[in-house]
T-cell receptor
């Protein structure tokens, strides 16, 4: 198993540009989520999904869209990038999202918005 | 969400024990977690403890939970330079799905 994969690893955007951060898992996990990590802020939840066709907002959803058309993929879209979205983005998955389950994290995407 | 608090930095000598502390505020959390993040990498689950336990040991790792004080600690015995990383304490959020993370403790192990 490849686990949780994320692409790209690095990205530089100009303010106002759009892009999609890709996340895929091959463990047949129902639960997937996106976090952003900022210095001194820990990880904050952006959006999550408990299964194909179901998404919900986390703590900091503004400026981001998600969809879950398949179990394997959970892309994160930035429609109009802003410098405040400069961050490291992590995708995570677990079997069903239940308490006590191991959440597996991808290696992260480092995004710089100029 | 509820706040999870950790000290930001800890420095120890190789071979010594490290103790990383965490306080949480959500008394309904049923699981509490410790994650490790090495430079440039994602988070890796180290261990977790169920809220009805007060101690869990896993090789060099010992987790202590004081539910009354909402205090969680991670002890690493015989700390090695490879243990240098950021350690995150986390609890389940009210929804049960997401994790609330602390800001992380940077552990530096010196020879």
């Amino acid at each position: 198993n490849a686990g949780v994969t994320q692409t790209p690893k690095f990205q530089v955007l100009k303010t106002g540009q759009s892009m999609t951060l890709q996340c895929a898992q091959d463990m047949n996990h129902e639960y997937m989520s996106w976090y952003r990590q900022d210095p001194g802020m820990g990880l904050r939840l952006i959006h999550y999904s408990v299964g194909a066709g179901i998404t919900d907002q986390g703590e900091v959803p503004n400026g981001y869209n998600v969809s879950r058309s398949t179990t394997e993929d959970f892309p994160l879209r930035l429609l109009s990038a802003a410098p405040s979205q400069t961050s490291v983005y992590f995708c995570a998955s677990s079997l069903s999202g239940g308490q006590g389950e191991t959440q597996y994290f991808g290696p992260g995407t480092r995004l710089l918005v100029l | 969400g509820e706040d999870v608090e950790q000290s930001l930095f800890l420095s120890v000598r190789e071979g010594d024990s490290s103790v990383i502390n965490c306080t949480y505020t959500d008394s309904s959390s049923t699981y509490l977690y410790w994650y490790k993040q090495e430079p440039g990498a994602g988070l890796q689950l180290l261990t977790y403890i169920f809220s009805n336990m007060d101690m869990k040991q896993d090789q060099r790792l010992t987790v202590l939970l004081n539910k009354k004080d909402k205090h969680l600690s991670l002890r690493i015995a015989d700390t090695q330079t490879g243990d240098s990383a950021i350690y995150f304490c986390a609890e389940n959020s009210n929804s049960g799905y997401a994790l609330n993370f602390g800001k992380g403790t940077s552990l530096l192990v010196t020879p």
